[in-house]
């Protein structure tokens, strides 16, 4: 995969796993409650959730870029379009967060996974992330090892936002209520997807 594909992919794909989010949401609550470790190993159930899809993804997106340059266009432009759209829908959200929400049913770490693969598994979000905005840097004559990548970052950098918020969890359990700090990650994220939204729209298919 070329590197100038690499340097786009990776910013662009950090903004959407910083994205504020049920997930992520999921991750900054536990974090208050329970400390570090227990959003950490309970967002296993998110990577499985999101490997799933990345998967599935890769097997129904195979004839998209080998098709024509149309096609690829219209891929490209549906990817952009729902990073803007994302991103305004970030900027426009308000910075609210429930500390005192019921806790997840159950008492064990098991009952956090669970939770965090069923919120995952049915974000319609994450489903577009997979299916219009990898196939713009997806090499197609190298397709399953460039998806495979790009999923492989993915995950990583998803791995790197649950921290960070669940982080910001243990700092922040005693302000959560006002929410400063995500009214400033959501203009950041919002920001940050939109201005990425553009460069897509300029991006060229990859030589095959």
């Known amino acids: 995969m070329p590197l100038e594909t ?12 910083m994205a504020f989010g049920p997930n992520n949401l999921l991750s900054i609550t536990l974090g208050a409650r329970h400390g570090l470790r227990t959003p950490l190993l309970a967002a296993t159930g998110r990577l499985v959730a999101f490997t799933l899809m990345i998967a599935i993804a890769a097997l129904g997106m195979g004839a998209v870029l080998t098709a024509s340059e149309l096609a690829f266009t219209v891929v490209k432009i549906a990817g952009a379009a729902y990073l803007v759209w994302l991103g ?16 997840p049913a159950g008492r064990g770490l098991a009952s956090f996974m669970r939770q965090e693969f069923l919120v995952a598994i049915g974000n319609p979000k ?23 990548l790009l999923g492989a970052i993915f995950l990583a950098l998803e791995l790197v936002a649950i921290a960070l918020y669940a982080y910001a969890g243990t700092r922040l359990s005693g302000v959560m209520r006002h929410a400063r700090g995500l009214r400033w990650i959501n203009r950041i994220s919002g920001a940050t997807m939109i201005a990425f939204g553009g460069l897509l729209m300029a991006a060229r298919r990859p030589a095959m």
């Open 88 to 103: 305004i829908k970030i900027l426009r959200a308000p910075a609210t967060v429930a500390v005192d929400q019921p806790e």
């Open 126 to 148: 994450a489903i577009l992330i997979f299916t219009a905005f990898f196939p713009q840097f997806v090499v197609a004559g190298h397709y399953w090892s460039s998806f495979a």
């Open 6 to 17: 690499l340097l786009l992919f990776v910013p662009a794909c950090f903004a959407l796993n």
